[in-house]
């Protein structure tokens, strides 16, 4: 399910309950749109937040994640140009 708002996207995307995609014992996790991915995950690490290496590109854009202080997963995601 997706809504949007001329501004972007909000989409609804439930997992199977085996999932390990996100990466702690949540059946959940919030996907923040970036602008600047990159520079994002810099000035996280910088604050000291825990930031995954590893980063994704493909043709749905750029994804990286970090944690929150309670050690729930956040995905950031940085769109291609043009969506």
Known sequence: MNWGDGGGTTIWAP???DTDYFG??????????????DGLLGK????????DEEAME???GKFGWCWDSEGNKIELWEPPPGR
Not at 24 to 37: E, G, P
């Open 15 to 17: 997992f199977a309950a």
């Open 24 to 37: 702690s014992a949540n059946l959940w996790m919030v996907n923040y749109r970036v602008d600047d991915l």
């Open 44 to 51: 996280l690490r910088d604050e000291g937040v825990r930031v």
């Open 58 to 60: 493909d043709e749905n």
